[in-house]
Structures are given as structure tokens and as C-alpha cells.
């Protein structure tokens, strides 16, 4: 589990089927392998998807991805996925994320998460969560968004 202000990691073993023809990580799977860190992430806070969905009836949309590609990820490679808070909002979070081999950073990631309803409409974090966010990751809470 993350501590205060940590970076929380998940390590992902490159398969064949992440690959194309060469051997290289296709683009998208560092999409894939990011999803794969901020799940564990939040299901290492005891707020996974299921969970949210099941006792809020709310769920977590990607509503912003930027990436950079710095280098190539190979067949069998051993990566981590490192996953850091960085703010929270109103009814969304930010993520800063890393692909690395080794200490090799492969690709940087800024993700903003939104949360909404089962209808699909903003709705805010719940006060627990927000504050296993907060507190557990020692970001401060920023205005209404």
C-alpha cells in the first residue's frame, strides 16, 4: 500500500500478445498498463471499482491521458507501473504515472480521473474516500471540480 505522499507500484510482465510483430510494446498497451497500476492502486486504498460501484453506485472515467513515449518496452520485459496522487478534486483526481524497466523511465503518464454516477454524471468522492485519498497520500485537496 502507498504511505503518506509514496509512490504505490505495480510490476507488469510484458506478454506476447502487448507486442507487435518486432517484438516492441504497442503504443495503447502503456494505456493498458497504466489502468492495470491506478486499479491496484485504489483497490491497495480498499477502494476498488467493485467496491465503489457496489456501495456507491459510482464509478472512475479517464477524462484526460497525456503521454510521452521515451523508450521501447520489449517482449518479456519485467516493468513497474508506479502510481502517485497529485490532487484531488471535487468530483476528479490526478495522476502522475511511470512505465519503467529497471529504473529506466519507458514511458511518463498525466491522467485525471473523473467520478460518476451510474448514469454517468459527475458526482463527488465520497468524504472516506476522499480522505484515504488525502490523507494517505498526503495531497491537499484543491477547490470544487
Known sequence: MASKGATHSTDIRVYYEDTDSGGIVYYANYLKFAERGRTEFLRDLGHD???MAQDHGLGFVVRRCLVDYLKPARL???LR???RLTRVHGAKF???QYVL???TILCE???TLGVVDASGRPSR???HVRQALVGVCGVQEEGKG
Open 94 to 96: 490526478e495522476m502522475a
Open 109 to 111: 503518464l498525466a491522467v
Open 76 to 78: 518479456d520485459d519485467l
Open 125 to 127: 468522492l465520497p468524504p
Open 81 to 83: 507501473v508506479e502510481t
Open 49 to 51: 471499482h467493485r467496491a
Open 101 to 103: 524497466r529497471n529504473d
